[in-house]
């Protein structure tokens, strides 16, 4: 997993703030790797980045730690991207830094899958991140500014793949690999609605927007995309790779106890009824990630 939000929320779930702290610290031991200590050269034009290993959560997983710093790379990316497009080194070295980073990290553990996290924004950081990847899954809320927003993502990518192509075509050496630009449209997660026990699966407010969602990321994103050959179409045609309903004080009482929701018990602060809805909280998750992961494996 790699912590790309600047806001550092997977980071802060998944590490205690000693680690957060040594990943953060460059005079720490090998030196801190959070995402930001490893692109830092390049963002203070000082040399290449960084070769270090991730912090292993358990045998299977690793993470990759986010830093409150990465949002100050931004502005460097944003200056760069019009030279970068003409195929200056120098700025497709701070274009491709984020993707060279995670590339070489995931290849120290021999990761299989690399999750992004990423912040709620459509601006360069994200523009060099989501370059590199190989699929985007959107969360949104059944409401009126996530409809909104699937406009602005449809024509973000398509923009983007415009410009990246420019990037590659100006660029010929192997010596340095750049993102392709390319990254297929895998589909969406309903989010933080109300759970109700109907067909739409939520309650008739969530629903005056809930309704609009499937055809709104279809219009805006999916036609979009489609002739860029940047869509992973689903076998059922329904791009709703599930629903994560408001969890309410579940989530804190996870974040203490750096755990997922379903894994949560009484030793973990759980009383009464939040026990029994943290272990049915499994039944949400289990499709959406057998889901992504079939869809993972037929788009590879």
Request: charged share 20%; aromatic share 6%.
């Amino acid at each position: 997993m790699v912590d790309c939000d600047s806001q550092c929320n997977l980071t802060a779930y998944a590490l205690d703030d000693r680690s957060i702290e040594r990943a953060w610290t460059e005079g720490a031991r090998n030196g801190g790797n959070s995402i930001y200590r490893l692109i830092e050269p390049v963002a203070r034009t000082t040399g290449d980045v960084r070769d270090r290993a991730p912090v292993k959560l358990n045998d299977a997983l690793f993470l990759l730690p986010g830093d409150l710093l990465l949002s100050d790379f931004e502005d460097r990316l944003g200056d760069t991207w019009n030279s970068a497009k003409g195929g200056s080194e120098a700025s497709l070295r701070a274009q491709s830094a984020i993707f060279r980073a995670i590339k070489n990290t995931a290849e120290k553990v021999n990761a299989n899958i690399i999750l992004i996290d990423l912040g709620p924004n459509l601006g360069a950081l994200n523009r060099a991140v989501l370059g590199g990847t190989d699929q985007v899954i959107v969360p949104i809320s059944p409401d009126l500014f996530s409809i909104r927003g699937t406009e602005n993502l449809g024509s973000k990518l398509e923009t983007w793949r415009r410009e990246w192509d420019q990037c590659n075509n100006a660029w010929s050496s192997d010596d340095l690999p750049i993102p392709q630009g390319r990254p297929k449209f895998l589909g969406y997660v309903v989010q933080q609605h109300n759970i109700r026990n109907n067909a739409a699966g939520m309650t008739q407010g969530w629903q005056i927007f809930g309704n609009r969602v499937e055809r709104s990321v279809r219009e805006n994103i999916v036609d979009r995309l489609l002739s860029l050959d940047q869509v992973t179409i689903p076998r059922d045609g329904n791009y709703n790779l599930g629903m994560i309903p408001n969890l309410h004080s579940l989530i804190p009482y996870a974040m203490r106890a750096r755990k997922p929701v379903y894994k949560c018990i009484s030793a973990d602060g759980l009383r009464g009824a939040h026990i029994s809805s943290a272990a049915e909280s499994g039944a949400v998750f289990d499709p959406v990630v057998s889901l992504i992961n079939e869809m993972t494996v037929v788009a590879a």
